[in-house]
């Protein structure tokens, strides 16, 4: 049983735009047309903002199994993997496509009988448009109407979850799965903090918001006064809605080298104090420095990711 995947944007989670294009498929984008074009200056922007971070398929069923094709396009790294949630069960994750023609496809075995909840987390760091979702014949189809309070993600590549080897081991899913929040993650790799972003991010729907920049802020060198500007024009957009915020300042970096990254942290939380509806969380206290954390001399690798995710389900204030 074909799903008609144009019918009902309520099949989708982690988005801000289902925009129609030739052939029947939609753009599931992440970014309103004003974050769009915020993160255009660059191929490479674009390319880590069109990515579907966070983007999920979330539905009822009482089907064996599902099979889902896609048409890769861009990516920022070479993660292809999806994986599949049936409510109640372990995460089947890192499942990985198979290739047909240029497309890929997955078919999944779902856990348990009579209708379940299934969600569907898209691979996390590539460009793709939606082909199929099929069921089996006669299958119970629901999409689910959203009741939970939604988190929204502002950082770089650190919380757009380079480079995990799946996209719910990322530590922005881990946290929101284990909290039942509904989330949105506008994380774009190579970005820094930025106000027009933070103002056109709470134009959009949200309840809590986490701030995560300023490994790139340092190693690109903007400069410190340029980091109080951008850090106070962010927080200052956020907490004008009323609705709390989290600045998570940047963690352990093994390549920094003499870059002077406590400094831009120092500046982060000195901008922060000026704002009560602001929460603010230390990445030293998340992880380590040491290499087990990480998969190159800047990223956390799924090991880091989850510990990260256990010091926020910790320390994040509760909706």
């Known amino acids: 049983m074909q799903i008609d995947l144009t019918a009902d944007a309520g099949l989708y989670r982690g988005v801000t735009q289902c925009l129609p294009e030739a052939g029947g498929v939609l753009e599931l984008s992440r970014m309103s047309m004003r974050l769009k074009e915020l993160y255009s200056a660059s191929e490479a922007a674009n390319i880590r903002a069109c990515c579907a971070t966070g983007v999920r398929l979330l539905f009822e069923t009482d089907s064996p199994w599902l099979r889902l094709c896609w048409r890769p396009l861009r990516f920022a790294r070479e993660v292809h993997t999806c ?40 691979p996390h760091l590539r460009e793709l448009r939606l082909l199929s979702l099929e069921l089996a014949d006669q299958a119970v ?16 590549s650190i919380l757009q979850g380079m480079t995990t080897t799946s996209p719910s081991k990322a530590y922005a899913t881990a946290v929101a799965r284990s ?28 309840d809590m918001a986490l701030v995560a920049f300023g490994v790139n802020d340092c190693n690109q060198q903007v400069g410190l006064d340029a980091e109080t500007r951008q850090t106070e024009k962010t927080l200052r957009a956020l907490t004008a809605t009323g609705k709390p915020a989290v600045l998570f300042t940047p963690l352990p970096w093994p390549g920094q080298g003499d870059k002077n990254l406590g400094e831009y942290i120092a500046c982060q939380k000195k901008v922060a104090s000026q704002f009560p509806g602001v929460t603010v969380l230390d990445g030293y206290d998340a992880i380590t420095i040491d290499q087990e954390n990480f998969i190159d001399t800047c990223h956390p690798n799924d090991l880091g990711n989850s510990r990260i995710a256990e010091f926020l389900l910790k320390t994040l204030p509760r909706l």
Do not use: H, I, S
């Not at 990985?96 to 898209?122: F, H, I, M, W």
């Not at 189809?141 to 993600?153: K, S």
């Open 83 to 122: 994986d599949v949630e049936v409510e109640g069960y372990p995460v089947l994750t890192a499942l990985a496509p198979e290739k047909v023609g240029g497309n890929c496809r997955v078919q999944v075995d779902l856990p348990g009988q009579g209708v379940r909840r299934v969600t569907v987390y898209l």
């Open 179 to 206: 909290l039942n929040l509904d989330y949105l993650n506008l994380a774009v790799g190579g970005a820094v903090m930025n106000g027009e972003v933070a103002e056109a991010a709470v134009e959009l729907p949200w």
């Open 141 to 156: 189809f629901r999409t689910v109407a959203e009741t939970r309070p939604r988190l929204l993600l502002l950082g770089d």
